[in-house]
């Protein structure tokens, strides 16, 4: 028997179905530039039908070579085995570095290898750690790298982005109305269908390889009995087109190891990307996105053949999908596709009132279940009339949704009184249906707000009242790829028993912006908190410094010291500027990006008070001529640093733009709240409780303020930095060592405020650790370098750290007055002690 059958055959023995185990097999290299095909001498998958998410083992012919085992990363195998002369290799792949050969095996001791690994290798452990792996670590294998899959998974989904961008785009090559458009993404869907049957050396399309694109197209219809669906009529795309999409897509990398959801997920973000994405919102559900919501509702944790899953609001298709995907790997192995299907088919579903959407969904899922036919039902239903969204997740164990964000306007109130009953908010109206119907577990996408605001308060206290387990998520703008507004993710699990009452298991993530990437790549994410407890007043969201803003609760408050208000809004906002002097206009500042930085304004142009042009005239009466400190409406930035403050006594005014802030007592001096707007508290509170990126007066005047009897060396620190920047803009050759000085300035100043606001030593260090890494984001006209080295690890507060005291006693002195103890005391101790 020669090694390669011997190897074949230990993999039957393991329990590798014979049709899951391939003999020259080709699939394209899809972490290469150019995606070039490869091909392995023998490939074993954990089930049908092949894809990098099943593959298993691979192995190749040749000499013991890293280069060449690398080369085939992208089959997706967590092993390889490279067949020598004498022996065997048996290699260690990974996302990231070369191949690592773990182990080199006689020819002769082949049988003994896979007996001594028969637990590990076996196909359920590693389909298990394969697809399990991600959310349960205690399927992990120490041979898959978990990493792995991303990796490819990206790649694919660049590459067939492109791909398909291609395809719609020649098919929509002179196409105008929204029918023929329509008509250009039924092509496309036919098309990506064929070429996946064609690659995967589908029986029933054997004869489409080299056939005219029509009979492609009507062979694809009756396969998966697509009639029932709208019909292409025979116009609507140009012969030409269709054959040149056709051509794009035969010319393409091989889809043949290509998981199915994959293509499910490219197909629907094709869709987003074109102009019909207006017919789903433009928060359509990245997959990302769903895949993270689905995986916190642990689908392992449900029994299978109990499980229910609807998307309400379907749109694409996304959640469903992912659902799909996460469902079919808790099904047993030894399934065949066909069980598999008739057993998802049933158990998953959804609503949405655009009809071509539920055609794009159901497309979608088709793709995801190949080479299964068709069946899956997307309802086409109109969910805000009367009790329809009701009446649809009754009965439902999972619900999963990404609800319309905006509110109800006056026609669709007078056209949904129910729905719009319970809430102007759409997503709140939907959320309290949802609650009603008492599902097992629900998984939504929510504007960011849901997570603090009080408008959702009641909403939140009663998920805490009817679930054990809430988890919340922070995500970043961006993450939408074509909306750019901050999102939260809400799961709620462990549905309490009738009449139960306790405590709640709460996690709440944070994803930055700065991570961002890194989530949509592989779902990795900032910061993860999790906290017990009973809630009280819809209380969900554990924050980074939620004892630190403990500890303030009672300190005074900004609006107890301080007038807060907005500045002018003109009825056309831009005939509001003028960069030159004109009748009825003042000196004043209109964008905080052009005229703000911390303890500076910069650059005032002509606002204009004339009150028949003001939206309000109440600004207008504003003691804008008064010592004031202007701050930023809109947050200057997506990490910590959010607003800037600076003081003007010159009379400007402010637009809409900005806040002007008044002292209300000589017990507090302007710089004092200059000083404190700017500091690190202020920062960190807007960043943890501003429910999106435009603060409002009533959160500004609920800003923790310092007690008045510990002010005084505030005043002096500011008046010392103002006056070096001062000093420094009157110079013509600024001195190399200027950026340090203002730095040191400046950090003399936010440790005045911090030692006002006394706060304990390690909440104090907590606070500061809050803006590591964001030291260049904060908006000053010198360099920054932030308060304390990295390395120094101790809890002293800030204006000690910068004392004489702290530097005196630095060094080995405790050396000098305590003798250590002798060598061999210390290894009896140690003894002891271990």
Request: hydrophobic share 40%; proline share 6%.
């Amino acid at each position: 028997m020669t090694p390669l059958a011997s190897i074949e055959a230990a993999l039957l023995e393991l329990g590798y179905r014979k049709e899951a185990l391939f003999r020259d097999f080709e699939f394209a290299d899809v972490l290469s530039e150019r995606g070039e095909e490869r091909q392995v001498a023998l490939a074993a998958f954990t089930q049908t039908p092949e894809s990098y998410r099943s593959a298993a083992f691979g192995v190749i012919i040749g000499p013991h070579d890293a280069a060449a085992v690398a080369s085939r990363r992208a089959l997706g195998a967590p092993i390889l085995f490279s067949i020598g002369e004498t022996d065997v290799g048996v290699w260690r792949v990974g996302a990231e570095g070369k191949p690592r050969l773990t182990e080199r095996v006689p020819l002769d001791a082949l049988p003994e290898l896979f007996v001594r690994n028969a637990e590990r290798w076996n196909p359920q452990s590693v389909y298990r750690a394969k697809s399990l792996g991600q959310t349960q670590t205690n399927l992990q294998l120490d041979f898959v790298d978990i990493g792995l899959l991303p990796a490819i998974e990206h790649e694919v989904e660049q590459k067939l982005d492109r791909l398909l961008e291609q395809v719609v785009g020649r098919l929509l090559e002179g196409l105008k109305d929204s029918d023929q458009e329509e008509a250009a993404f039924r092509t496309t869907f036919r098309l990506l269908a064929a070429k996946i049957l064609i690659d995967r050396q589908h029986p029933e399309a054997i004869a489409w390889a080299h056939a005219p694109v029509q009979d492609v197209l009507n062979g694809i219809e009756a396969y998966y009995n697509l009639d029932y669906l709208s019909r292409i009529p025979r116009d609507a795309v140009p012969v030409a087109s269709s054959e040149a999409a056709w051509g794009l897509l035969r010319a393409a990398i091989n889809f043949r190891n290509i998981s199915s959801d994959s293509l499910a997920f490219v197909y629907e973000n094709t869709l987003v990307t074109a102009d019909t994405r207006k017919r789903f919102g433009t928060h359509s559900t990245p997959r990302q996105v769903a895949e993270y919501v689905v995986a916190q509702i642990d689908l392992s944790r449900f029994d299978p053949a109990e499980i229910s899953i609807f998307e309400p609001f379907t749109g694409a298709g996304t959640f469903l999908v992912a659902a799909l995907r996460h469902l079919r790997d808790q099904l047993p192995e030894q399934w065949t596709r066909e069980e598999r299907h008739a057993f998802l088919v049933p158990r998953i579903g959804g609503a949405e009132i655009d009809s071509f959407a539920c055609e794009v969904a159901t497309l979608s899922l088709i793709l995801a279940d190949y080479p299964n036919a068709n069946g899956w039902q997307i309802e086409p239903r109109d969910l805000f009339t009367d009790a329809a969204l009701a009446q649809s997740v009754a009965g439902k164990r999972i619900i999963l949704c990404n609800p319309p964000w905006e509110e109800f306007d006056a026609t669709e109130r007078l056209a949904y009184p129910e729905a719009a009953g319970r809430s102007f908010s759409k997503p709140m109206a939907v959320l309290r249906t949802v609650l009603d119907a008492k599902p097992d577990a629900m998984g939504f996408v929510l504007p960011q707000g849901f997570l603090r605001q009080q408008q959702y308060a009641e909403l939140r206290q009663a998920l805490a009242d009817q679930y054990q387990r809430i988890d919340l998520s922070s995500l970043p703008d961006r993450v939408f790829q074509r909306a750019g507004f901050e999102a939260a993710v809400l799961v709620a699990s462990d549905r309490r028993a009738e009449g139960h009452t306790g405590p709640t298991m709460l996690r709440s993530t944070v994803v930055e912006d700065r991570d961002r990437i890194a989530f949509l790549a592989n779902g990795q994410v900032t910061a993860d908190r999790r906290r017990s407890k009973s809630v009280t007043a819809g209380d969900l969201w554990i924050g980074q410094l939620d004892e630190l803003w403990e500890t303030v609760s009672r300190y005074p408050r900004l609006g107890d010291c301080a007038h807060v208000y907005r500045g002018l809004k003109w009825w056309t906002q831009n005939d509001g500027v003028s960069t030159e002097a004109r009748e009825g206009f003042v000196p004043g500042v209109f964008r905080p990006l052009d005229s703000l930085r911390q303890f500076a304004v910069r650059r005032p142009v002509y606002l204009d008070v004339r009150p028949e042009k003001a939206m309000r005239p109440a600004p207008l009466s504003r003691p804008w001529a008064q010592p004031k400190i202007f701050t930023n409406v809109a947050r200057l930035s997506r990490g910590p640093w959010r607003i800037a403050a600076a003081y003007d006594s010159s009379g400007l005014v402010a637009s809409q733009a900005f806040f002007g802030i008044w002292s209300k007592s000589e017990l507090v001096p302007i710089e004092v709240l200059e000083a404190v707007l700017n500091g690190p508290l202020t920062n960190a509170f807007l960043t943890e409780h501003a429910s999106n990126q435009h603060f409002t007066n009533e959160l500004l005047k609920q800003l923790p303020m310092p007690k008045s009897e510990r002010m005084g060396s505030i005043v002096e620190a500011v008046r010392r930095y103002r006056s070096a920047c001062g000093a420094l803009e009157t110079t013509t050759l600024r001195p190399a060592d200027s950026d340090d000085l203002l730095s040191r300035l400046l950090v003399e100043v936010d440790a005045a405020v911090l030692k006002a606001y006394d706060l304990p030593p390690r909440l104090e260090r907590r606070l500061l650790e809050f803006f590591r890494g964001h030291e260049a984001e904060r908006r000053v006209d010198h360099r920054f370098d932030g308060w304390l080295p990295e390395d120094f690890t101790a809890c002293v507060p800030l204006h000690e750290y910068l004392g004489p005291l702290l530097r005196e006693n630095l060094g080995s002195w405790a050396l000098d007055l305590i003798t250590p103890a002798p060598a061999e005391e210390v290894d009896q101790l140690r003894q002891y002690v271990w």
